[in-house]
């Protein structure tokens, strides 16, 4: 075996799966005897096609909206379901987050069914006695622990298996939605025991709707769309491809609306914009193209052009949109990340409830942003895109354009100064205080 195979985790090879869809349950039952198949043959194939090789150590998010194949793709690394065509192996032990509590006997109780499901998952006896407390102190569900399941609430049979499940060090984990267990508190618990597990130096497939949690995790993401690979590379682009693929578009009637904008800071021609455009210094650019973000230019409150501005202070994204189609309710925003990519904040037209006027073919449009920088010093990055509605809803954009990966923007505060709060951005806080009358009985200093 080379070199380059040993330190492959997981190997698929042009792997698809089909499953056969019966008119009913009798002709199901029929065909599993031996009798003749349906004239009208009726298949679904979740997966078409798929190839992928992930390396030993490496933790790759696997994203796509709900029937795009991520969950049949997991259940075949994990050896539940064999694919219909193509080749994979599976190099190390797996430790499966698929469905949690799956296989647990409502009549035993928590501890029974934890002996159980470590038993099934090849360990010893000694190995299962000093798991099981790891067990119990995780799934914090106290005495219940001794009772039987069948007393349980869901959320407590869910936390069971979650313990179950990351109390071994295995060699591949996969996780399917699993930190939806429980409330938040639990959440980041078992955040941090997949981080462990992770920093270990297990191979980690990562299944989530939650891209903020994909991000922070992933070193690289698979993007399925109809079951098949439509991107694979940086979770950052990724990410941003799968919120690009927000359905159809809707369909709206002509609004006439007017953008509202005030101030000097938006007194600029979309010919001025275009000449200090920086779009070319994008890493990537994609969308469905109706609706293009022509050019960009950033500058200060004085009207110079930066990408610095000080902690409070604030810079104007002047943005020129262009429609190639009819285009209904457009949108545009920004993203704000931080450098380890994490999303600062995202907001735009939209979210402000500015309604841009309705624009036909060749129709062009100049959008001022002003965004005040109440963020922690350092350097940003930002996407600017543009959009309009979705037919899957408000929230869901259909998108058009997306250029990525723009900046930095440098913010910085004044040297050896007390820093005005911690963390990533500044809350509305106030404070207040009193003085409390002196206890008598305290003699004085």
């Known amino acids: 075996m080379s070199s380059e195979s040993m330190d492959t985790a997981i190997s698929l090879r042009n792997v698809g799966k089909t499953y056969r869809l019966y008119e009913s349950a009798k002709q199901r039952l029929n065909e599993a005897l031996g009798g003749a198949r349906a004239a009208a043959d009726r298949n679904f194939t979740a997966l078409r096609d798929v190839s992928l090789e992930i ?17 049949t793709l997991l259940q075949i690394i994990a050896g539940v379901l064999r694919p219909t065509v193509g080749q994979f192996s599976v190099r190390g ?30 360990l010893s006896k ?5 798991k099981v407390g790891f067990v119990e102190e995780f799934a914090e ?33 996969v996780v399917d939605e699993a930190l939806s267990v429980g409330d938040v508190f639990f959440s980041q618990k078992c955040f941090s025991r997949i981080d462990e597990i992770i920093r270990a130096g297990s191979t980690c497939l990562f299944v989530s709707h939650d891209m903020q949690a994909i991000l922070k995790v992933s070193q690289r993401a698979v993007f399925l769309e109809r079951g098949e690979i439509a991107f694979d590379g940086a979770p950052e682009e990724a990410v ?11 369909s709206f009637a002509a609004s006439g609306g007017q953008v509202a904008v005030s101030g000097d800071a938006t007194a600029m021609s979309a010919e001025a914009i275009e000449e200090r455009d920086i779009l070319k210094s994008a890493r990537s650019r994609h969308g469905a193209g109706g609706l ?3 050019a960009l230019r950033v500058t200060d409150p ?3 052009d930066s990408l610095r501005v000080r902690m409070f202070e604030k810079l104007y994204f002047h943005v020129v949109l262009r429609a190639e189609q009819r285009v209904a309710d457009p949108s545009t925003g920004i993203h704000l990340f931080d450098r380890l990519g994490t999303l600062v904040f995202a907001a735009g037209t939209r979210q402000l409830r500015r309604r841009l006027p309705d624009l036909e073919p060749g129709q062009r449009i100049v959008v001022c942003i002003a965004l005040a920088f109440n963020v922690t010093a350092g350097e940003y990055t930002f996407n600017v895109g543009a ?15 997306r250029h990525e990966m723009l900046g930095p923007i440098v913010v910085s505060y004044e040297e050896n100064a007390v820093s005005p709060f911690y963390g990533v951005a500044q809350l509305p806080m106030e404070i207040s205080w009193s003085f409390v009358e002196q206890d008598r009985d305290t003699p004085p200093n």
């Open 141 to 173: 569900i106290g005495e219940f622990i001794d009772q039987p399941l069948k007393h349980y609430s869901s959320g407590m049979v869910l936390r069971l298996g979650f313990a179950c499940a990351v109390c071994v060090d295995p060699d591949i984990l």
């Open 302 to 304: 004085q009207g110079c």
């Open 240 to 250: 941003s491809r799968y919120l690009a693929s927000g359905g159809r578009r809707a």
């Open 292 to 294: 293009r973000v022509a």
């Open 126 to 130: 000694r190995e299962i006695e000093g």
């Open 387 to 401: 959009s309009e509605p979705s037919e899957e809803g408000p929230d869901i954009g259909y998108v058009h354009d």
């Open 55 to 71: 390396r030993r150590g490496e933790t790759v998010g696997i994203i796509g909206r709900n029937g795009s194949g991520k969950s």
């Open 93 to 122: 032990r797996v430790s499966a987050l698929l469905e949690l509590g799956t296989g647990f006997n409502p009549e035993y109780t928590g501890r029974s069914n934890a002996f159980l499901n470590l038993a099934l998952a090849g």
